[in-house]
């Protein structure tokens, strides 16, 4: 399955393209065609959410099979690592505030 998340006014989308051994995020905008977003370094890379300026979140896994909640400024950019390990990015609005959850052991 390959699921796709919100739609901006300008037509742009990300999603999740889900393969035998990794989940890789991707991004789509009229005229781009389909590009997948950089990780950082695992296996899985998700794309949950987009805003109007063309910011994207979501969470990619490290080397050491750690999540990450990330940010990609732009669809062609590294990602961001903005959170804790154990957490992800669920959604972004068009003033940049984030939200999303985030594993805090006691």
């Not at 750690?66 to 950019?77: D, F, K, L, Q, R």
Request: hydrophobic share 40%; aromatic share 8%; no cysteine.
């Amino acid at each position: 399955a390959s699921p796709a998340y919100p739609i901006t006014e300008a037509g742009q989308s990300v999603g999740l393209d889900q393969t035998g051994t990794s989940d890789l995020a991707w991004y789509t905008a009229p005229g781009i065609g389909l590009k997948f977003l950089k990780g950082l370094g695992g296996k899985v890379v998700y794309a949950r959410g987009i805003n109007q300026a063309g910011v994207i979140v979501g969470s990619a896994e490290d080397a050491t099979n750690t999540t990450h909640a990330v940010m990609w400024p732009t669809p062609t950019s590294a990602p961001v690592i903005f959170a804790t390990a154990a957490s992800s990015a669920a959604a972004i609005n068009n003033l940049g505030q984030i939200v999303g959850q985030a594993y805090f052991p006691e």
